[in-house]
């Protein structure tokens, strides 16, 4: 990082360290891939625990996975070390990471439901905290390690296009190594797979962490708020409320769009999944890096805004347009969806830099963790949307057909998988479009207040160095 000068200019990072940052997102998402795409198949057709076994797991852990986040974040942002607030928790958590990822495919095979039960939810509730506490970490590191949008737009680049990198790793790796039909049922290649990658994600971790460095003024000048406090400085930050708002959006739409990806590939164009995937995945790659682009010229949340139109106006016209338009709908859409993947956690790292104005210390780790607090749920919305609208439409399941793939589905349904995949997470981005519109940090305010932040840097640095803590 660059020295600060005498008059207060952000911090600006070299390529290599934006580089080195983005390895802690492929590292992440590479095991948070695996793990989304394989537990679902792992316990249920592999292992034959029941339907019902795992629907209780799974909702212990939505509320373990949603409780977690705050209670983590405000952990991290009372933390005082000789290492930093954020650091250690990644490096150290990370080994663990990698034992409890492995944890979860060594479950005794024939067990008994009760015995896997217990074995697949305490191993995914290990696996989820360590998982938090690393994930909520590295985001919360954003906004404090610069002041510059245009840097923090740099990093969350690099953190996407490795992020997205690792999460294709996630779908192909499992389906390599995993047993399928007229192969012998060994579950050993797919485990020791799964100690592999376990173990390169870990290492990539902590490989960021030993080249990315805190910024001790905010460790060692900056005083812990009490939990009630810093709660309340959360959820008492307008610009905080509106983004969560809008974020909720773009999860409920991420989750319906990623779960009904095999529906509209099986049913409604009949192709394989992997076609539709490219048609989503490289535009968002492309889009990825423009975002710098549009921020210069619109700033940070103009861009999201355009970005979610984009996307939003494309997932609405698949519902309704000839199948032959379908795929480059999902295109268009998947170069909007950019804007989310890019520059979501800068709009919040915009709001750490006011909530300092407003508390006179960084409370990043509060507001990340808070809103993961009340966006999850939006994943649990779009898990029972799906099944509601298909069973409305008149969706014929494989049990209903005894056993096999129904391909001819009535007209309905296949609105209904258009209704679910395009129309209601179009509308969901348009409404979050709509929703920042009240965001209230653009223009002369933004800069003031990002003047006001770095005169309070400058002076946390100088106390930090004239030792005047």
């Known amino acids: 990082m660059s020295a600060t000068s005498t008059v207060p200019t952000p911090v600006r990072l070299s390529v290599s360290y934006k580089l080195i940052w983005g390895v802690a997102s492929l590292g992440t998402s590479l095991i948070s891939g695996t793990f989304a795409a394989l537990l679902p198949i792992f316990y249920q057709d592999y292992l034959g625990l029941s339907a019902r076994w795992i629907a209780i797991a799974s909702v212990i852990y939505a509320i373990w996975n949603a409780l977690n986040d705050p209670l983590f974040g405000y952990i991290t942002d009372s933390t005082r070390s000789r290492w930093g607030r954020r650091i250690p928790y990644m490096r150290f958590t990370a080994p663990f990471l990698a034992f409890t990822f492995i944890l979860v495919w060594f479950a005794p095979r024939g067990a008994g439901d009760p015995v896997l039960f217990g074995w697949m939810l305490g191993s995914m509730l290990l696996y989820d905290t360590c998982y938090t506490i690393i994930g909520l970490t590295y985001s919360a590191l954003l906004p404090e390690v610069t002041e510059s949008d245009a840097e923090r737009n740099g990093l969350q680049i690099s953190s996407s296009l490795f992020g997205l990198f690792g999460f294709l790793l996630g779908f192909l790796i499992p389906d390599f190594f995993r047993p399928k039909a007229g192969m012998t049922p060994s579950f050993a290649p797919l485990q020791g797979a799964m100690i592999v990658v376990a173990l390169i994600a870990a290492g990539l971790i902590i490989a960021t962490t030993l080249k990315v460095k805190e910024r001790p003024e905010f460790s060692r000048v900056d005083k812990p708020l009490p939990l009630g406090r810093a709660l309340r400085f959360t959820f008492t930050s307008r610009a905080f409320l509106i983004l969560v708002a809008q974020n909720f959006m773009s999860i409920l739409m991420n989750s319906l769009v990623v779960g009904g990806l095999f529906y509209l590939a099986d049913y409604v164009l009949k192709v394989n999944t992997m076609i539709p995937l490219i048609c989503l995945f490289i535009p968002l790659v492309i889009g990825v890096p423009l975002t710098s682009r549009l921020r210069a010229r619109f700033g940070v949340a103009g861009s999201q805004q355009l970005l979610l ?70 994943q649990s919305v779009a898990l029972a949307l799906m099944p509601f609208i298909l069973e409305a ?77």
Do not use: W
């Open 309 to 378: 139109l984009i996307a939003g106006a494309a997932l609405t016209l698949l519902a309704f347009v000839p199948n032959a338009l379908i795929l480059p709908c999902l295109a268009v859409a998947g170069f909007g969806l950019a804007g989310p993947q890019t520059l979501t956690n800068v709009l919040f790292a915009q709001v750490a830099d006011e909530d300092e104005v407003r508390s006179g210390v960084r409370l990043e780790g509060a507001f990340f963790g808070v809103n993961a607090l009340l966006t999850k749920p939006a």
């Open 393 to 469: 439409t008149g969706f014929v399941t494989r049990e209903a057909n005894a056993g096999q793939i129904f391909l001819n589905q009535p007209a309905s349904a296949l609105f209904g998988i258009k209704v679910a995949i395009g129309l209601i997470p179009g509308l969901a981005l348009l409404l979050g479009a709509a929703i920042l519109r009240f965001y209230p940090l653009r223009g002369e305010y933004l800069a003031r207040m990002q003047g006001q932040v770095l005169e309070m840097h400058a002076e946390k640095h100088a106390r930090l160095g004239a030792g005047s803590l």
